[in-house]
């Protein structure tokens, strides 16, 4: 008799388990950075290194009205856009690029907040958390 498990259950593969601990050591360096960056600069680039840390998961705020209708792990489909576009790696990493192109005006706490921001990103990443189909359901 063949056994269904379902894509939640189902224990990450060998190549699964090496992306996410590349995903978990950029996570480390990211804090490290946003750290780093919040001690030579100041509370406000800690400041904006932790609200940036966090922000990412307030677009769950979009779709709390329709939360207690959806299934089991299911982000409302009406807070997906949001979700993923505060949860691409190429955004922040872009933004550092362009910081980094404008010459000695870089402002160090714009540094910091990127580097929380790519730390959620990655941390989500590093624990099995992506981006979500349409649907709202986390992709395969």
Known sequence: MATITSSTTAKPTGLAVVRRLVWFA???VWSVLAVLEAVDHG???GLLAVFFFVAPDL???????DAPHMSRGQLPPRAVPFYNAA??????AALI???HTVGQAVWAPVLAALC?????ISYDRAFGYGLRTKEGFQRG
């Open 43 to 45: 509370w406000v680039a």
């Open 87 to 92: 949860h691409r790696a190429l955004v922040p």
């Open 26 to 28: 950029n996570a480390v």
């Open 59 to 65: 677009t769950f705020l979009v779709g709390v009205r």
């Open 97 to 99: 690029v362009a910081v």
């Open 116 to 120: 929380g921001w790519l730390a959620h």
